[in-house]
């Protein structure tokens, strides 16, 4: 009944929601995801997030299949992944960036929409 009349069950989930302004809608998060500014962040429903991933406040990931963060990806402020688009392992997003479509792995991507400017170097994008 609660779940229903709330829309969610009270936990973890609803901790993130009311203190920080976060709504998580996946289960398929990796192990190590850090939230270094923990404030209004949209990980929507059926996007897959890699393992070792770092989310700076603001950002958006879209809901939608095919959805997926690789893993030890950086998202920086503001960044939007919208529907269906993919960042590969170990990229770096910069801020305010719009991802549509594809970013290959290791890269650097910055803009509105997001386009490679450089290879990512070694433990840049890593913790």
Same mark, same amino acid.
């Given at each position: 009944?609660? %779940? %229903? /009349?709330?829309?969610?069950?009270? /936990?973890? #989930?609803?901790?993130?929601? =009311?203190?920080?302004?976060? @709504?998580?809608?996946? @289960?398929?998060?990796?192990? +190590? ?11 929507? @429903? +059926? ?12 950002? !958006?990931?879209? $809901? /939608?299949? &095919?959805? $997926?963060?690789?893993?030890? *990806?950086?998202?920086?402020?503001? !960044? !939007? =992944? ?5 960042? &590969? @392992? &170990?990229?770096? *997003? &910069?801020?305010? #960036?719009? *991802? $549509? ?5 290791? #890269?650097?991507?910055? /803009?509105?929409?997001? $386009?490679?400017?450089?290879? #990512? %170097? ?6």
């Amino acid at each position: 009944m609660l %779940r %229903r /009349g709330l829309g969610t069950s009270l /936990g973890l #989930s609803t901790l993130l929601r =009311v203190g920080f302004h976060i @709504d998580v809608w996946t @289960d398929d998060i990796g192990p +190590g995801l850090r939230l270094p500014h923990p404030f209004n962040i949209v990980i929507g @429903d +059926g996007v897959e997030i890699g393992p070792e991933c770092t989310l700076l406040h603001g950002v !958006t990931v879209q $809901r /939608g299949a &095919g959805t $997926r963060i690789g893993r030890g *990806v950086v998202l920086a402020n503001g !960044t !939007t =992944v919208l529907a269906g688009a993919s960042v &590969g @392992d &170990g990229c770096l *997003v &910069g801020a305010a #960036s719009v *991802v $549509r479509g594809a970013i290959p792995p290791a #890269s650097v991507a910055v /803009g509105v929409p997001a $386009r490679v400017v450089r290879a #990512s %170097r070694p433990g840049e994008a890593a913790p």
